[in-house]
């Protein structure tokens, strides 16, 4: 099953693509990630990426469908994957469908995840993550079992992503409603769309995406 998770910055695409890769068996493909590791490797493109980021701006669609490219082929995703961050465009949205074409393969579903602009500041203004292992945290929506240990791994040191400031937050959310959103019109044309309510809690979210993806495989 091949899956894209779409909404905006804050709304649990990561965090649901989590669980469904651990549940499901699909690879976890995090154009955020991917770009944060570029960035922190100084290379040329790293340090555009970096600029880009920080100021909450959408990186070049040509760098992006080359990056998505070059995963999608590795071997770790021939049994499925989620798309957690991409396309982001109509642009990326289409050189996804020309590529997935080439290879015969397609996408079974978008799962939308739909949250209030309202709430999603304070879901980024909270977010935290395990420095040793990646595990992602909610200062108050998700804290670890025991303050200060990562339940995954018991690291002690946590990280806040740069990026997770106010003043971004508001670039960000106007490039998600000016270029991003106009996916849902795309994929809903198609058929494929299915669209939850991302403002319940955590676990509910993921019930809702077990039972729309069960749906559609019916
Ligand atoms: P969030 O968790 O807030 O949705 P991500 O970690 O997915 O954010 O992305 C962080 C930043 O990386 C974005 O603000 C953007 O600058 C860049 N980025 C990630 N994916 C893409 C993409 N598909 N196209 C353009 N820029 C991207
Ligand atoms: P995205 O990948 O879409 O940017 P994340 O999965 O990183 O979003 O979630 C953003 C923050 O909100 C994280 O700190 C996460 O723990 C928390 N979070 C995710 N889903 C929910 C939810 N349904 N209710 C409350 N907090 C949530
Ligand atoms: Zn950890």
Do not use: W
Not at 192 to 197: E, K, M
Request: proline share 4%; hydrophobic share 40%; aromatic share 4%.
């Amino acid at each position: 099953m091949n899956l894209i998770m779409l909404g905006p910055p804050g709304s649990g695409k990561g965090t649901q693509a989590i669980r469904l890769q651990e549940s499901n068996g699909l690879v976890q493909l995090s154009t955020g990630e991917m770009l944060r590791q570029a960035a922190a490797s100084g290379s040329e493109t790293g340090k555009l990426v970096g600029s880009i980021m920080a100021a909450g701006n959408l990186v070049p669609d040509d760098i992006m469908v080359s990056m998505i490219e070059r995963r999608i082929d590795q071997p770790d995703c021939a049994g499925g994957f989620i798309l957690d961050g991409f396309p982001r465009t109509i642009a990326q949205a289409e050189a996804l469908d020309g590529m997935l074409a080439r290879k015969a393969r397609r996408l079974d579903a978008v799962i939308e995840i739909a949250v209030d602009d309202g709430a999603l500041v304070e879901r980024i203004a909270g977010r935290f993550s395990c420095a040793d292992c990646g595990a992602g945290y909610h200062r108050r929506f998700r804290p670890t079992a025991v303050e200060g240990v990562c339940d995954r791994c018991g690291g002690t040191e946590f990280i806040e992503r740069p990026d997770d400031n106010e003043e971004t937050v508001k670039t960000r959310l106007a490039a998600y409603h000016a270029q991003t959103e106009p996916l849902l019109p795309y994929y809903r044309g198609r058929g494929i769309l299915r669209s939850v309510d991302g403002m319940a809690g955590i676990d509910a979210v993921t019930a809702e995406i077990r039972a729309a993806l069960g749906a559609f495989a019916a």
